[in-house]
């Protein structure tokens, strides 16, 4: 692999040019036409200001598809790197972003140097100080997205441990190269052009007779709330047919079966972010080769609680087994009706506007309380049945000792107010009658969390699944009315309104 010095470019490219001018033009145009749309009463500048920026981002997400599709496929390459200098920099209390300075040695490449930026947990600074060996993942076409992996796996943590790299030569590849100011610039411009332009066509309505004076009452809505719903129909029909055709994302992905070897032990006072540590082995059913992973940058479901030999959920797109996601259970395949069932919602909630529109506002109660009192109540039998499962589950459970082996502290920063926020989550460590070691955060019933670090507590488990574990059964069983409760309330709430609809149409 040839890598060439410098990174990024630096500055935005002819075509980037373009683009951000295009991009500044639409966002002009659109809010002024759905700006004007609102005072002047006219639905198709709404369709207007919602539609065009729509479709802008739409056709530059298919012009992106070739390139995000090239990258998606290309498997990243895991290399060693020796940390030559690292400087920190003002961020989140917990999270810094420290800028390194890594001298990278790939297998079967040259070495070269590289810089980065990386928000690094305050409990692991210690080991990631200058002339410490880690392990880095990047893409083989653009290394300078290089990143630092936390939680390699076994074979890549001794090869780290026993290395001793040279330092590489320069120059430094760079992953936040500054861009160039005429981007903004032409963004800028358009948006300022858009503007201009909008107002010009919207003159007459907005600075006429009728634009003057008050607000009128925005006339021709039912127009609007036509073409709303075809809109949501026709892209519930199409999520429905991807889905008989089996080309939905859920059912492109391939879900197999992990199995938990290795768990390593939470750090005190570290970050509850990326879950329980595990390693996970799975059998691979293209190359029938056992796969080693581990969940650093997963970005799919929070382990939590975990021990050797747990069965956990794998899935990666067909065709990118290096894209893998893990979940705390084995999932069923999906058909992916989760946003044409969306789109359905939606079109049904403009049919309901239109019908208060058109027939009254009663007709609003009847269209929204009338399928809400219907969908609790069908399901009102299923949750009694399922409180009644986890209760029968509680009274179950075994009762094992426990200890708080690590607390996990996260803060953050309110955006709104600068608002300091701090969320600790304990971790318990426990063995089940059956000799599984069983690590796990736990977010609920345990008092006193502040000072918990080394406490013995008494877990109580499922036999048949550890994961599913308290230690306060008492309280447990007091918030299984909650589920129940609800769904009365939604009944009664819901029912309540259709009544009142379908009274004040007899006596309208």
Not at 76 to 91: D, Q, V
Not at 225 to 244: H, M, N, P, T, V
Not at 264 to 277: E, K, N, V, W, Y
Not at 454 to 471: I, M
Request: with cysteine; charged share 20%.
């Amino acid at each position: 692999m040839t890598i060439t010095a410098g990174g990024p470019p630096p500055h935005d490219s002819p075509p980037e040019l373009v683009l951000g001018f295009l991009t500044g033009g639409v966002i002009g145009v659109s809010l002024t036409s759905f700006i004007g749309g609102c005072v002047v009463g006219r639905p198709l500048l709404l369709v207007v200001g919602v539609a065009l920026p729509a479709a802008h981002g739409l056709a530059l997400l298919l012009a992106a598809l070739p390139r995000r599709r090239r990258e998606a496929r290309t498997v990243p390459r895991t290399a060693l790197a020796r940390i030559e200098a690292r400087e920190m920099t003002r961020g989140k209390p917990t999270d810094v972003p420290v800028r390194f300075e890594l001298s990278v040695v790939p297998d079967g490449a040259p070495a070269f140097r590289l810089a980065l930026l990386q928000d690094v947990h305050v409990t692991e600074l210690a080991d990631l100080r200058p002339g410490a060996v880690v392990v880095v993942t990047y893409p083989p076409d653009r290394p300078w997205k290089a990143r630092i992996v936390r939680r390699p796996t076994p074979e890549w943590e001794a090869r780290a441990a026993a290395a001793h790299p040279d330092a590489a030569p320069g120059p430094v590849l760079r992953s936040d190269a500054e861009p160039g100011r005429a981007g903004g610039f032409l963004t800028l411009l358009g948006l300022l052009l858009g503007v201009a332009g909008a107002l010009l066509l919207l003159r007459a309505d907005l600075f006429g007779p009728r634009g003057s004076g008050s607000l009128p009452g925005l006339p021709g809505w039912d127009g609007f709330l036509r073409l709303w719903c075809a809109a949501w129909g026709a892209a519930a029909l199409a999520g429905f047919g991807l889905s008989l055709a089996g080309l939905t994302k859920a059912q492109r992905t391939v879900r197999l079966t992990g199995r938990v070897v290795r768990v390593r032990q939470p750090r005190h006072g570290g970050t509850r972010r990326g879950g329980i540590s595990v390693v996970v082995s799975y059998r691979d059913p293209v190359s029938g080769e056992e796969v080693t992973a581990t969940n650093d940058g997963d970005g799919g479901e929070t382990i939590t609680a975990a021990w050797e030999g747990r069965e956990i959920g794998v899935r990666h797109p067909r065709g990118r087994p290096h894209a893998r996601r893990f979940s705390n259970s084995p999932e069923p395949p999906g058909r992916g009706l989760g946003a044409p069932s969306c789109a359905v919602v939606l079109a049904y909630a403009g049919l309901v506007a239109l019908a208060a529109i058109e027939w009254g506002w009663p007709w609003a109660l009847i269209g929204a309380g009338g399928p809400g009192a219907l969908h609790a109540a069908v399901h009102l039998p299923g949750t009694v049945r399922a409180r009644s499962t986890r209760l029968a589950a509680l009274a179950a459970m075994d009762a094992v000792p426990g200890r708080v082996v690590a607390v996990l502290e996260d803060v953050g920063v309110d955006q709104e107010d600068g608002h300091t926020w701090t969320r600790t989550t304990p971790v318990v460590a426990f063995t089940t009658r059956a000799g599984e070691a069983v690590t796990a955060h736990c977010t609920e019933h345990l008092p006193e969390r502040e000072d918990v670090y080394g406490r013995e507590v008494t877990v109580h488990h499922l036999p048949s699944d550890p994961a599913r574990f308290t230690l306060d059964p008492a309280a447990e069983r007091r918030s299984e009315w909650l589920d129940v409760l609800v769904n009365v309330l939604v009944i009664l709430v819901c029912g309540a309104a259709a009544a009142v609809g379908a009274a004040l149409l007899r006596t309208g």
